[in-house]
């Protein structure tokens, strides 16, 4: 045991829930969930992730460490005419499909044939109005977001990781010197809420299926890019195994989704964890201690956000998802033969477009996908004549 070990995972910690669970708890209040209900999802989430990695690492003797589905917690953000029993239904299909990925070889190469540029695309247009938001906010409260954009912009020029978190300590700082926040909350245990959820077809096909395709191309795939990368072998299907029966089970409770870490897992399989690869296994059970004592402490949590400014938050979603946006943005134009699908995939996901109760990012990618298709049969044409 090195002292690089338990820095490298709080590290690991402090970036993965600090710099994103705006996200979540946008999310959260997209279905319309009351405080209660927020904080069992918060708390359900941190119990989730504490109990794969730990699990996994240990099983493997591999730095593995898992996350909340950040891409997928956009996505719910930007629904509308879903409420929470419905979005619990959702959640518990996508669990289902990442748990059948796992268990049937051809599904998991079935959703590896989706073109890249087509799932890039739609994310990239589920994340588009975070990013937006940010400057429908600047004009409301000028004297906060602009110098938390400032900052970030400064920051992430030394250290990206770290830009979203100084960025938030600057806005909490502000939020309470302006006056803008509200009475700091007394420090509660979380309980957890039993959801019952609502089986609705439109919410299936328009966020369940959806979230089941983001958190497979946006996270899972990633993450085991970064495993690659640091000459890990990739128990695939252990991991989409463990972390789908997770999400199963949480899933009542309000989570929605736990997935393999893809930005946090380079903080824990890189030399500066530990500089014996065989050795940096070790992190994974001390992120999931951190991540326990998030899970005990989610209501107080989720209690201090909902005590800033709505533009606080916005700002710090919209921030935190900017990278990911311009990846995202990359991946989708990057083909040139697909360019057009991609343009069209992001046009109607990122437009908001709702037809038979089903959300824009379903649209959006059959959209795609049909682009493809007909690109794909002109080719085949031409080559024959």
């Known amino acids: 045991m090195r002292a690089s070990l338990v820095i490298s995972a709080l590290v690991a910690v402090l970036v993965g829930f600090g710099g994103s669970v705006a996200i979540p708890l946008a999310a959260a209040r997209a279905v319309g969930a009351g405080a209660a209900e927020t904080s069992s999802w918060i708390a359900a989430l941190c119990l989730a992730i504490a109990v794969t990695t730990a699990v996994l690492s240990v099983r493997h003797r591999l730095p593995i460490v898992t996350a909340w589905s950040t891409p997928g917690a956009a996505l719910i953000a930007t629904t509308s005419g879903i409420d929470l029993a419905q979005a619990v239904g959702a959640f518990l299909l996508a669990a289902v499909l990442m748990l059948a990925t796992a268990a049937i070889r051809p599904l998991a190469r079935l959703v590896e044939r989706i073109p890249g540029a087509v799932a890039s695309a739609m994310l990239a247009g589920v994340l588009f109005g975070f990013v937006v938001a940010i400057f429908e906010h600047m004009t409301g409260v000028p004297q906060l977001v602009l110098p938390m954009l400032g900052v970030f912009c400064v920051v992430r020029l030394l250290s990206p990781a770290w830009a979203v978190l100084a ?36 919410a299936l096909l328009g966020l369940g299926l959806p979230l089941y395709l983001v958190t497979m191309a946006s996270q899972n795939l990633p993450g085991f890019a970064v495993l690659r990368a640091a000459d890990y072998p990739v128990p695939a299907r252990s991991i989409l195994g463990v972390t789908g029966l997770l999400s199963l089970v949480t899933a009542p409770a309000g989570a929605h989704a736990t997935n393999l870490a893809a930005i946090t897992a380079s903080i824990c399989t890189g030399p500066d964890c530990h500089p014996d690869p065989k050795e940096r296994w070790k992190a994974g059970p001390i992120y999931a201690a951190g991540y326990v004592l998030l899970a005990l402490f989610g209501a107080s949590l989720v209690a201090l956000f909902a005590s800033f400014p709505a533009a606080l938050i916005v700002t710090i979603a919209g921030l935190a998802l900017a990278g990911p946006l311009v990846a995202a943005l990359a991946a989708g134009l990057a083909a040139e033969g697909d360019r ?21 990012a379903f649209w959006g990618l059959l959209a795609g996908l049909a682009l493809v298709g007909l690109e794909r049969v002109r080719s085949r044409l031409g080559s024959r004549s």
């Open 340 to 360: 057009f699908a991609a343009v069209a995939t992001f046009a109607v996901t990122a437009s908001g477009l709702e037809a038979f109760g089903i959300g824009a």
């Open 167 to 202: 960025t938030l300590a600057l806005g909490m700082a502000l939020a309470g010197g302006l006056g803008l926040a509200g009475p700091l909350p007394e420090i509660s245990l979380s309980s957890f809420a039993l959801l019952t959820p609502r089986f609705d077809a439109a």
